[in-house]
């Protein structure tokens, strides 16, 4: 059987129908079947299974190829993986999607939490990942990104005689395995902290923001600093207990700002699952 010849469809057929192939032609199927660029995961997985568990005898799976499933399992996991796993060895810990949420005219965002070690210095921080998810393809996503914290803008009141404050995009929270509310840790910050941004998002993409500051991260004795502008948590290290954290990222942009034709301003809330701090154990 020549390789050019070979689809993932003839392969599951042949084995689903017990054609009777040579054990060096199961591993020249499967070595192919890793290296084609057009090998789907759906395929493999099925190849795995097919193989390796019971679905073997119901289909007629021949004794002398189910002797090759040590073989065949390590090469199609190792397939599998490779399909699976997000390039992205920075990431410590990911939180849940959040639900997605349409806008007044079915513009739809969701989002979750990301711990990674920044590509930049190396420190782990936080992250938020905006995802535009509307079922229709359309225009252009703008999003009002403000990482900074709630603060009084002074001045004039507004219309309504109602003090004028710019609120945070982002409410945090961190919580115990009871539920119980971590309580903060002290300290202050003055470097760098990411601010208010506008984001463009295209149909069917994702963006990874920073949303703790430019600095924390791991410290030297080993525990862990998460530091918002407005909150500021430190997980020990060795720590008994478990770390959750949340949070509930409102978009309300201001009202002022002049989008592109082909643009549409997205404006609502994401309830951000909570994400599960990693924690050394002693």
């Excluded at 084609?36 to 795995?48: D, E, I, K, M, Y």
């Excluded at 599998?80 to 849940?96: E, P």
């Excluded at 949420?101 to 965002?109: I, K, N, P, R, S």
């Amino acid at each position: 059987m020549k390789s050019s010849n070979v689809t993932p469809i003839n392969m599951a057929a042949m084995i689903i129908t017990g054609t009777p192939i040579s054990n060096n032609k199961v591993i020249r199927i499967l070595i192919f079947a890793n290296q084609s660029l057009q090998q789907t995961a759906g395929v493999r997985f099925f190849l795995l299974l097919l193989l390796s568990g019971p679905l073997a005898a119901e289909f007629g799976v021949s004794r002398r190829l189910r002797t090759m499933k040590g073989i065949a399992v390590l090469l199609l996991a190792a397939s599998c993986a490779c399909c699976f796993a997000v390039d992205d060895t920075n990431v410590l810990a990911a939180g849940d999607w959040s639900k997605p949420v349409g806008d007044f005219v079915g513009y739809t965002l969701r989002g979750r939490l990301i711990l990674c070690d920044s590509p930049k210095n190396g420190d782990a921080a936080v992250y938020v990942e905006l995802q535009e998810c509307s079922r229709a393809a359309g225009v252009d996503m703008d999003v009002y990104c403000n990482m900074n914290p709630t603060v009084a803008l002074g001045g004039h009141p507004d219309a309504q005689g109602r003090e004028r404050i710019e609120k945070a995009a982002a409410v945090w929270e961190m919580r115990d395995a009871s539920d119980k509310p971590v309580p903060e840790s002290p300290g202050g910050f003055g470097g760098g902290a990411p601010g208010a941004s506008w984001i463009s998002l295209p149909c069917d993409s994702t963006v990874r923001l920073r949303a703790s500051v430019y600095g924390g991260g791991r410290l030297k004795d080993g525990s862990l600093s998460i530091f918002f502008l407005s909150n500021h948590w430190v997980i020990p290290p060795r720590s008994t207990n478990d770390y959750y954290l949340s949070c509930t990222f409102s978009v309300d942009p201001p009202t002022n700002h002049a989008a592109l034709p082909e643009h549409h301003v997205w404006q609502g809330t994401l309830t951000l699952p909570k994400m599960k701090i990693p924690v050394q154990r002693p």
